[in-house]
């Protein structure tokens, strides 16, 4: 039978068995070769951490209010496939299917799993690759949109200079449209190495770490006293923001891009923020109405995304790292994603 990667508890993700089922006139079965989970948002649903598990969002209200004692929580563990996007070949199409046939390698959002089978009928977001695209790009697609969106929030313009905060894929690709944007300056910021490397090699001007330099003050030596004009914020630290506040030109913005948990600490709204006269814009590309609606919305988004990953506009053949096989997936899951994240970027499974 096949096996899909799940978290059966808090912490804990195991390969188990699951059955698959015959397709739908209208839907399509793929064998997954490739595939990622989330580094951020997905991370705090699996130690726990997610305000989703005892509360929802209620979109009347446009707030968070508690589940009801009946109420299923927001987070299922024993059931909850992990991961975000795969990439794999058609293996079966259903009699209503017009745009896809057998052998078409496709890129999709769902789990870590051997299959999946989805609808095939006016569904853009099974996207068919070319030949020429790199399956790293593809696996990109999801982080790529919460990137544009915060460039696109912070109403970043050519010739300004910007600091991304956190170099995730989120960072990594919001560092990369920056400079493609016409950003005269990028700085990166990251207390791991290699994920501070892989940035500068991809045209990063400048990369600071955290842990021993002092990053606001980087910032104004690096611009004439002036600071960045906009911050890309992707880590969530409050140490993180209070540097932002710090580096900030006065007048600047800052997209506030990361998912953040509840700031016990470290962070004083009392100095800089005030001072710069800082923006703060929190940006979430999934969050609709999008700011610039009805002109933009997701799908442009994506479709955006999309085509910059398909031409190569954006490389992330650096980012996906490290790659391991699907047989260790439970095991990589826990070491690299949850417990020590330093050693990963964005985590890639072969099958």
Same mark, same amino acid.
């Given at each position: 039978?096949?096996?899909? /990667?799940?978290a059966?508890?808090p912490? %804990?993700?195991?390969?188990?068995?699951?059955?698959?089922?015959?397709?739908?006139?209208?839907?399509?079965?793929?064998?997954?070769?490739?595939?990622?989970p989330?580094?951020?948002?997905?991370?705090?649903?699996?130690?726990g951490?997610?305000p989703? /598990?005892?509360e929802?969002?209620?979109?009347?209200?446009?707030?968070?209010?508690?589940?009801?004692?009946?109420?299923?929580?927001?987070?299922?563990?024993?059931e909850?496939?992990?991961?975000n996007?795969?990439?794999?070949?058609?293996?079966?199409?259903g009699?209503?299917? =017009?745009?896809?046939?057998a052998?078409?390698?496709?890129?999709?959002?769902?789990?870590?799993?051997?299959?999946?089978?989805v609808?095939?009928?006016?569904?853009?977001?099974?996207?068919k690759?070319? *030949?020429?695209?790199?399956?790293?790009?593809?696996?990109?697609?999801?982080?790529?949109?919460?990137? /544009?969106?915060g460039?696109?929030?912070?109403?970043?313009?050519?010739?300004?200079?910007?600091a991304?905060?956190? @170099?995730?894929?989120?960072? %990594?690709?919001?560092?990369?449209?920056?400079?493609?944007?016409?950003?005269?300056?990028?700085?990166?910021?990251?207390?791991?190495? @290699?994920?501070?490397?892989a940035a500068?090699?991809?045209?990063a001007?400048?990369?600071?770490?955290? =842990?021993?330099?002092?990053?606001?003050?980087?910032?104004k030596?690096a611009?004439?006293? @002036?600071?960045?004009?906009?911050?890309?914020?992707?880590?969530?630290?409050? *140490?993180?923001?209070?540097?932002?506040?710090?580096?900030?030109?006065?007048?600047?913005?800052?997209?506030?891009?990361?998912?953040?948990?509840e700031?016990?600490?470290?962070?004083?709204l009392g100095?800089?923020?005030?001072?710069?006269n800082?923006?703060?814009?929190?940006?979430?590309?999934?969050?609709e109405?999008?700011?610039?609606?009805?002109?933009?919305?997701?799908?442009?988004?994506?479709?955006?995304?999309?085509?910059? @990953?398909? *031409?190569?506009?954006?490389?992330?053949?650096?980012?996906?790292?490290?790659v391991i096989?699907?047989?260790?997936?439970?095991?990589?899951?826990?070491?690299?994603?949850?417990?020590?994240?330093?050693? *990963?970027?964005?985590?890639?499974?072969?099958?």
């Open positions: 039978m096949p096996r899909q /990667l799940v059966i508890a912490r %804990q993700a195991s390969l188990v068995e699951y059955e698959d089922r015959d397709i739908l006139p209208h839907e399509v079965k793929i064998e997954v070769k490739y595939a990622s989330k580094h951020g948002t997905e991370i705090a649903d699996f130690r951490e997610t989703f /598990l005892d929802r969002y209620d979109q009347e209200w446009k707030l968070f209010v508690r589940r009801d004692q009946d109420e299923e929580k927001g987070v299922k563990f024993g909850w496939n992990l991961g996007q795969w990439v794999g070949i058609v293996t079966e199409v009699s209503e299917v =017009t745009d896809y046939q052998g078409d390698w496709v890129c999709g959002y769902g789990g870590i799993r051997e299959t999946h089978i609808n095939g009928v006016n569904n853009y977001r099974l996207r690759m070319p *030949s020429t695209m790199s399956w790293k790009n593809a696996l990109c697609y999801d982080p790529a949109q919460f990137a /544009l969106a460039i696109r929030d912070a109403h970043m313009r050519p010739g300004d200079r910007v991304v905060i956190g @170099l995730g894929a989120i960072g %990594q690709i919001a560092a990369q449209i920056a400079k493609k944007c016409g950003a005269s300056y990028v700085a990166v910021v990251d207390p791991i190495a @290699l994920r501070r490397e500068l090699k991809a045209g001007d400048e990369a600071f770490d955290p =842990t021993v330099q002092d990053v606001g003050l980087e910032l030596k611009t004439n006293k @002036l600071g960045v004009d906009v911050i890309i914020e992707t880590s969530a630290s409050a *140490s993180a923001l209070q540097d932002a506040f710090r580096g900030l030109a006065y007048g600047g913005t800052i997209a506030y891009v990361g998912w953040a948990k700031f016990k600490g470290g962070l004083n100095k800089e923020a005030h001072y710069n800082a923006k703060i814009v929190f940006s979430r590309a999934a969050s109405p999008n700011p610039d609606y009805p002109r933009w919305d997701r799908r442009r988004i994506e479709d955006v995304c999309w085509e910059f @990953l398909k *031409s190569g506009v954006i490389d992330c053949e650096e980012i996906i790292y490290p096989s699907f047989e260790d997936c439970a095991q990589a899951y826990s070491e690299y994603v949850d417990r020590h994240p330093e050693r *990963s970027i964005k985590l890639g499974i072969t099958f």
